[in-house]
Every structure is written in C-alpha cells, then in structure tokens.
C-alpha cells in the first residue's frame, strides 16, 4: 500500500540544521504539507505547497522538493523547536489525504 | 479569529456509537471542506474523513469506511462524525481540521485545527 516515509527520530544541538525528509512515490504528482506537533497540542502547519511559509511561521522553517522525496529544514534549530513534524500529501489515486509516520525531532 | 471545538467524546463499549461535533466560527464555514483526524495514545496522525463545503463530496478512510458518516450544517457551523460499531483501535483524540481548498493560498492543507476530543472504546 502506498505511504509517506518519515524517519522516526532526528536528533541535533541547538543552531544546528536539522532535516526531516519525506518520501512517496506519488509525491512528484502531489503537494506536501508539514505540521508540528507539540506535546499536548493540535498540530500546526507550518509548510505548505511544498516550499511555501504560512504567515507567523519562523523563517527558519523551510521545505524542498526533489523527486520523490521532500525536505523540512529547520535552520538554527532552537530548544523550543522539539517537536513531532508530520508530513502530509493530498488527493492521491490512493486515498484522500495521507500523513507520513511522523518525526521526533530532539534538541539536545 | 478562526476557532474550531469538537465535542461528544467520550467512553464506549465496544460495537457501541458516539456522534462528535465540530463546531466553527471566525469564518465562512460554508465556504470550507472539513476533515477529522484522528491520533491514538503515543501514536501518529491518521485521516478519517472528510466532507466538502456543500457536502456534495465525502471521503473516508478504508479503516472506518461503513461504519463512521460525516455530515455538516452550514446553517449551525458545524460538521458532525456519527461512528458506529467502535473498535479499541477507533480510540483516539479526533480532530476536526478545516481544509483550505484549491482556491486558498495554502491550497489543500489543513490550516486550522481544533484542540480535538478524546474518543475511548473500551469494555
């Protein structure tokens, strides 16, 4: 069955880079869509249509595309970017809306 | 401001039903396709369900396909998931999620969520 592979724990030290990727085979034909999550609270996007920033997001957080697999990059991470990220694809041949297994990201 | 709050939670015996409510405000709710997704204890996300602005369109997800509905009120912004004959692996915080759609800037990504209400089915 089709799905989207996240790597299941990232880990770095503050002001490093960290990324986050993505893969499908699908992902070339459709958007990708990420979203933190933090402990306790409602996921919120911060990525969408692959590369593009919602209003109030840090500009560190940024998303590429190539082939078959998307990159989240949070650059200079900082203490309070530990999070769950969550990738998401849409409307593919296979099912309305898919999430990736999801990221821990750890700031040590 | 753009609010979404679920309701109806709450604990089920197995193969019983329970009606969870998504109630919007802060914009033209009539305008927006609405999703549910949901997360088990320590697990990830997981798309149920979806229902477009005019309810014209719904989508679900293999695992809850014949046994969940979705349906909305334009009139009372709200959308609502009827989930019959639960299972423990239904247990799980449900979101409502609202999708901003092929005319929104952030095109189909879920842009706002609720806080989510916690579904338990259990004997």
């Known amino acids: 069955s089709y799905e989207l592979k996240q790597p299941p724990s990232v880990s770095v030290s503050p002001g490093q880079t960290a990324r986050i990727t993505c893969s499908g085979d699908?992902?070339?034909?459709?958007?990708v869509y990420w979203y933190q999550q933090k402990p306790g609270q409602a996921p919120t996007l911060i990525v969408y249509?692959?590369?593009e920033r919602p209003s109030g997001i840090p500009e560190r957080f940024s998303g590429s595309s190539s082939g078959t697999t998307v990159t989240l990059t949070i650059s200079g991470v900082q203490a309070e970017d530990e999070a769950d990220y969550y990738c998401q694809s849409a409307h593919s041949s296979v099912t309305y809306v898919l999430f990736g297994g999801g990221t821990k990201l750890t700031v040590l | 401001e753009v609010k979404l709050v679920e309701s109806g939670g709450g604990l089920v015996k197995p193969g019983g039903s329970l009606r969870l409510s998504c109630t919007a405000s802060?914009?033209?709710?009539?305008?927006?396709?609405i999703n549910w997704v949901r997360q088990a204890p320590g697990k990830g996300l997981d798309w149920v369900s979806a229902i477009s602005s005019g309810s014209r369109y719904t989508h679900y997800a293999d695992s809850v396909k014949g046994r969940f509905t979705i349906s909305r009120d334009n009139a009372k912004n709200s959308v609502y998931l009827q989930m019959n004959n639960l299972r423990a692996e239904d247990t799980a915080v449900y979101y409502c999620?609202?999708?901003?759609?092929?005319?929104?800037?952030?095109?189909?990504?879920?842009?706002?969520w609720g806080q989510g209400t916690m579904v338990t089915v259990s004997a």
């Open positions: 699908a992902l070339p034909d459709h958007y």
């Open positions: 802060g914009f033209i709710f009539s305008s927006y396709s």
């Open positions: 249509k692959d590369t």
């Open positions: 999620a609202r999708e901003g759609g092929a005319g929104a800037e952030s095109g189909d990504a879920f842009d706002f």
